[in-house]
């Protein structure tokens, strides 16, 4: 069953960058430069939802495209 996911970008001893969401990790874009994309464990796409309503655009774009990074 495939399953929205939330990814990080982080890198070594930096802060983390971008916010992606995906329904795999194959289906993200390129990381920055030193960075890599980390999956954020115990993440919930419904209670993600429920906390800020202005992500469901941005699900939707994920379900479509298969991935969607959030503005920051």
Same mark, same amino acid.
């Given at each position: 069953?495939?399953?929205?996911?939330?990814?990080?970008?982080?890198?070594?001893?930096? +802060? *983390?960058?971008?916010? /992606? &969401? @995906?329904?795999? /990790?194959? @289906?993200?874009?390129? *990381?920055?430069?030193?960075?890599?994309?980390? *999956?954020?464990?115990?993440?919930?796409? @419904?209670? @993600? /939802?429920? +906390?800020? *309503?202005?992500? +469901?655009?941005?699900?939707?774009?994920?379900? +479509?495209?298969? &991935?969607?990074?959030?503005?920051?």
């Amino acid at each position: 069953m495939n399953r929205l996911q939330k990814f990080v970008e982080q890198g070594a001893g930096q +802060k *983390p960058g971008r916010t /992606a &969401y @995906a329904l795999s /990790a194959s @289906a993200l874009p390129e *990381p920055g430069r030193g960075l890599d994309w980390r *999956p954020v464990s115990g993440f919930s796409a @419904a209670d @993600a /939802a429920l +906390k800020e *309503p202005g992500l +469901k655009s941005v699900f939707e774009e994920a379900i +479509k495209r298969g &991935y969607a990074v959030e503005p920051r």
